[in-house]
């Protein structure tokens, strides 16, 4: 069992930079991949970002590549969000989540684990 928890989110600027934190529980956080997704409201929710157990492979949706980077520290037990030159669109509550494998990976269904939420808002 993983228990994860979003911080982070708040009110920017459009073009202004936001870092999101998800700490988890449990001992074993090393051996999970872990995604960032979101969700605006109207909308599914999406895929945004991935990361392997190590660190070392990462994935991101089109629609934030080259402005968000995913990284993670196994030390803390948390993965973070780093997203830059933030527009409009980016508005959404943001979810992290875990999945049971080593490998990154974009497919909802293997994400087992989910955190709360935290509001990102960003103003034109």
């Known amino acids: 069992q993983v228990q994860l928890v979003e911080s982070g989110g708040g009110l920017v600027q459009a073009g202004g930079s936001l870092r999101l934190s998800c700490a988890a529980s449990?001992?074993?956080?090393?051996?999970?991949?872990m995604g960032w997704f979101r969700q605006a409201p109207g909308k599914e929710r999406e895929f945004v970002a991935t990361i392997n157990w190590s660190g070392g492979s990462t994935y991101y949706a089109d629609s934030v590549k080259g402005r968000f980077t995913i990284s993670r520290d196994n030390t803390k037990s948390t993965v973070y969000l780093h997203m830059n030159g933030l527009k409009p669109e980016d508005t959404a509550v943001y979810y992290c989540?875990?999945?049971?494998?080593?490998?990154?990976?974009?497919?909802?269904?293997?994400?087992?684990?989910w955190g709360q939420g935290t509001q990102v808002t960003v103003s034109s």
């Open positions: 449990g001992r074993t956080f090393r051996s999970y991949a």
């Open positions: 989540a875990a999945a049971r494998t080593y490998s990154a990976t974009y497919y909802y269904p293997e994400y087992h684990y």
